[in-house]
């Protein structure tokens, strides 16, 4: 069965810094991840998503994501954190039969000035 | 021009009552989903539908019935409402159930039993 694990629940920076939210999936089969930023009170909104095709993947507001199938990984940066980033991010795997999003626990980011 | 929106945004009912929740999209999408999140923020799918059609049913209790009239509207009805189901449900839809297709979210709707 395919999961993800998110580490950490909670990430603060300081505004300016890296910022670095670690994803872990379990997949048999080739998988299909994605990036999703929630805002208080709001839906989610897709950052970046991996299809297979390049490893580096480039998403919104300057998030980059990089796909490490030795490592399972599928870590999410940004190399200079902004006020505006924080909110809940949450890393998900696209299931293979149905399509479903099996999501990791979310990790708030925090921006401190 | 919203592409997947939720009616209402806030729902506030007791215990026993039935509810429900209408969501639509505009962007032409063959599959529509329904997602749960609790008070950890969690989130875990409940029902997906393709075409009209049920293709995902993830062990939810039969008190909640999802209802889809037409490819662009995915309803969700709660019979007999408990205190657990208070969340925030999520409405998103997809291109299609299968292949590399991100899911766009509605704006949920939060559920709070009393």
């Known amino acids: 069965a395919q999961s993800v694990t998110q580490l950490g629940s909670h990430v603060s920076v300081s505004e300016g810094a890296l910022v670095l939210l670690r994803c872990n999936y379990s997949s048999s089969v080739p998988p299909y991840l994605f990036w999703y930023v929630q805002y208080p009170n709001q839906g989610l909104q897709l950052l970046l998503k991996y299809t297979s095709a390049a490893t580096l993947v480039k998403g919104i507001n300057g998030f980059e994501a990089e796909f490490k199938k030795s490592e399972t990984s599928f870590h999410l940066t940004k190399p200079s954190a902004h006020m505006s980033d924080a909110a809940e991010y949450f890393c998900a795997v696209s299931d293979s039969g149905g399509g479903k999003l099996i999501f990791g626990q979310g990790t708030e980011l925090s921006v401190k000035p | 021009d919203t592409a997947v929106s939720q009616t209402p945004k806030y729902l506030v009912t007791q215990m026993g009552n039935d509810k429900s929740i209408k969501c639509e999209q505009n962007l032409g999408h063959d599959t529509m989903y329904w997602y749960k999140q609790d008070s950890k923020k969690f989130l875990k799918i409940m029902f997906s539908y393709n075409n009209k059609e049920l293709i995902i049913n993830e062990t939810v209790p039969n008190r909640f019935s999802p209802k889809s009239p037409d490819k662009a509207h995915l309803n969700l009805h709660i019979n007999s409402l408990e205190l657990g189901d208070s969340a925030v449900y999520f409405c998103?839809?997809?291109?299609?159930?299968?292949?590399?297709?991100?899911?766009?979210f509605g704006p949920g709707t939060r559920l709070t039993v009393t």
């Open positions: 998103a839809s997809s291109q299609a159930h299968t292949g590399p297709y991100e899911q766009y």
